[in-house]
């Protein structure tokens, strides 16, 4: 577990080294496409707050196929797999050529590397992708500094951030609240709705554990009535993470309160898990350290090794067998 710990926790260092890649300039375009899946994938879910705060749509394709507004719009493609041989994403690079589109790829090489793109970042291999995330994103967000998206990649902070998260913050009663339960992971808005994601995939990834996320206000709606029939199994099996963020809405605030003791009889709650830090990365990015800690936590108390999907690998391979 060690080595793998090592590369979860090198977060701020990959950010460090992103903030010193040099990207040509890339002319503004009018929307943004990533293309990615899984680990690789998280990172355009990330950026598109980003854009999002600074008016660029940038939309995150997790699958073979272009969507169809492409060919009008003709956005900027940046296709992001760690291993470069995705082959969801290599069906996106090989579309968005044959239409002309301008592609840039991030990777530590494989086929996207070898494919003819305007630009291709290559970041270091042997790690698992989810533990490579401060290259992937760090490139992107170079990228879109390059293409005159973002003002200012926000890297610098997010890796002061992260490296005092992983040195001084305590995980051991946040481990402790949701051990031996299935997490619910509870974003307030855009802003933790990538983050939540997030911690579902690290839980699973490296606890081997079930986990799912959603979002208020739309959990309101709907999740919070599931809790009842099954109250007497729920209570005890099931848990709620709420991530919150400064700039919450006020109205997501009440929500939270009201929720939590709408619900308590039939589900439990770990306290709230709070942002850190100015900039939108940095915040995104405290919340994402604290998941890895967690999410490590639960594998060393499970007894499972966090590095090894062994089932992710057999599937990948099947379908290449077929």
């Known amino acids: ?153 926000g890297l610098a902070e997010a890796a002061a951030v992260t490296a005092e998260i992983y040195e001084s913050f305590d995980a051991g009663p946040l481990v402790e609240a949701v051990a031996n339960r299935i997490v619910v992971v509870w974003g307030g808005s855009d802003l933790t709705a990538p983050v939540a994601q997030r911690w579902k995939t690290q839980i699973n990834e490296n606890a081997k554990a079930p986990a799912w996320w959603s979002v208020l206000p739309e959990a309101d709606h709907n999740e919070i009535v599931s809790f009842e029939a099954l109250a007497s199994l729920t209570s005890s099996s099931v848990v709620v993470v709420p991530l919150r963020d400064r700039e919450d809405h006020p109205r997501v605030d009440r929500r939270f309160q009201h929720t939590r003791a709408l619900t308590q009889r039939g589900v439990a709650w770990a306290d709230e898990v709070w942002s850190r830090g100015d900039g939108l990365l940095a915040r995104m990015l405290s919340l994402t350290a604290i998941a890895d800690l967690v999410s490590l936590g639960l594998a060393e108390r499970y007894g499972v090794d966090p590095e090894s999907v062994a089932l992710i690998d057999e599937l990948k391979q099947l379908l290449k067998e077929s």
Request: glycine content about 12%; hydrophobic content about 40%; proline content about 5%.
């Open 1 to 153: 577990m060690s080595d793998f710990r090592s590369q979860t926790l090198s977060l701020p260092d990959q950010l460090r080294w992103a903030g010193r890649l040099t990207v040509p300039d890339i002319a503004r375009p009018g929307s943004v496409l990533v293309a990615g899946m899984g680990g690789s994938g998280i990172s355009g879910d990330f950026a598109a707050v980003g854009c999002e705060a600074e008016g660029v749509r940038l939309e995150v394709v997790k699958g073979y196929r272009l969507p169809a507004w492409v060919e009008e719009e003709r956005p900027l493609v940046v296709a992001v797999s760690y291993s470069g041989n995705t082959e969801e994403t290599l069906a996106v690079v090989e579309q968005a050529s044959t239409l002309g589109l301008e592609v840039v790829g991030i990777s530590s090489g494989g086929a996207l590397a070898d494919s003819d793109l305007a630009h291709h970042i290559e970041v270091p291999g042997g790690n698992q992708p989810r533990a490579s995330l401060g290259y992937l994103l760090g490139s992107l967000q170079r990228v879109l500094v390059a293409a005159s998206i973002l003002p200012d990649d």
